[in-house]
T-cell receptor, first 118, second 110 residues
């Protein structure tokens, strides 16, 4: 079974440019999450999709960040325009439907995209 | 608001030493508790989890963790570490949304 895949693995851009990160969740997982880790700090929640709908986007830093999950499959996270403080590792995770089974609450992570804004 | 605190930023041990990584959380309701590990160059992997029942949970690679509800703690332990355990370890708490600690980098010297 393929895991969560993220592309690119590393992106280096200049301040003011636009970057789009992509996440392909595990097939059949309704839940998709985006997280960000700024160097040395905790992994912070950004948002949560259930299928194509945004369930919770309370962690999105500002309106320069736009996440989409058209069709409820893969997701993109666009940063436009990028600022220096956006640098960090962006993780994507997916899980099955939450339902009543706590076992379905396990999130599986991708390897992350390291974003460097210069 | 939920928060997770990991006490150690970087731990350096020799092979065969015992390991204990601290994790405390603040949340008043029912939580699911996790330890994830990220080996160099790899993705975050689930090491072990606690949902309910026996507060001592065993995970992969000889790791275990104990949930002490009264202390809001979920410390990770391993009796004897190996060089291959060198990685970063993250404690996470899910009481509705997943919240992570800042991570503890473990270096095991051969």
């Amino acid at each position: 079974e393929a895991g969560v895949t993220q592309f690119p693995s590393h992106s280096v851009i200049e301040k003011g440019q636009t970057v789009t990160l992509r996440c392909d969740p595990i097939s059949g997982h309704d839940n998709l999450y985006w997280y960000r880790r700024v160097m040395g700090k905790e992994i912070k929640f950004l948002l949560h999709f259930v299928k194509e709908s945004k369930q919770d986007e309370s962690g999105m830093p500002n309106n320069r960040f736009l996440a989409e999950r058209t069709g409820g499959t893969y997701s993109t996270l666009k940063v436009q325009p990028a600022e220096l403080e956006d640098s960090g590792v962006y993780f994507c995770a997916s899980s099955q439907g939450l339902g009543d089974s706590r076992a379905k609450n396990i999130q599986y992570f991708g390897a992350g995209t390291r974003l460097s804004v210069l | 608001a939920q928060s997770v605190s990991q006490h150690n930023h970087h731990v350096i041990l020799s092979e065969a030493a015992s390991l204990e990584l601290g994790c405390n959380y603040s949340y008043g309701g029912t939580v699911n508790l996790f330890w994830y590990v990220q080996y160099p160059g790899q993705h975050l992997q689930l090491l072990l989890k606690y949902f309910s029942g026996d507060p001592l949970v065993k995970g992969i690679k000889g790791f275990e963790a104990e949930f002490i509800k009264s202390k809001f703690s979920f410390n990770l332990r391993k009796p004897s570490v190996q060089w291959s355990d060198t990685a970063e370890y993250f404690c996470a708490v899910n009481g509705g949304d997943m919240r992570f600690g800042a991570g503890t980098r473990l270096t095991v010297k051969p």
